[in-house]
């Protein structure tokens, strides 16, 4: 039952565009006592139809920049595969401290960036929402 949960919440928060394993990677290791290099591989492979859908949908509003698109496909591939195997050789322990950290400074930053879009002040650590249509 756990497992459906953890899908269930990580496929909606996926959705929503915020990011599956945020909650997927968390979960499996926690309830399921899943090593994190299988934690992760679960979530990349679940990225890939999600992401093909998400690229689809965004291609079709007109969200994508089509000249930057063939460049970060090549590099987020080098990215993908040189990570993948410094993750094999780094103790599974030291990788969830690794991602623990990520995950607080991608939280704190998330509260930083909030705070200053309410105080309408521009940051350039920030994204511009007001770009995104």
Do not use: W
Request: with cysteine; proline share 2%.
């Amino acid at each position: 039952m756990i497992i459906y949960l953890i899908s269930l919440i990580s496929g909606i928060i996926s959705g929503m565009g915020i990011g599956g394993g945020t909650i997927l990677i968390p979960g499996l290791i926690i309830f399921l006592n899943v090593k994190q290099q299988i934690a992760q591989s679960v979530n990349l492979l679940i990225f890939v139809p999600t992401g093909i859908i998400a690229l689809y949908s965004h291609i079709k509003q007109g969200n994508i920049e089509k000249e930057s698109l063939s460049i970060l496909i090549i590099f987020g591939i080098i990215g993908s595969i040189i990570g993948s195997f410094i993750a094999i050789f780094i103790n599974s322990n030291l990788l969830r401290k690794l991602f623990g950290i990520f995950l607080f400074l991608m939280g704190a930053y998330e509260i930083y960036c909030s705070i200053i879009s309410k105080k309408n002040k521009k940051n350039s650590l920030c994204k511009d929402e007001t770009k995104i249509p």
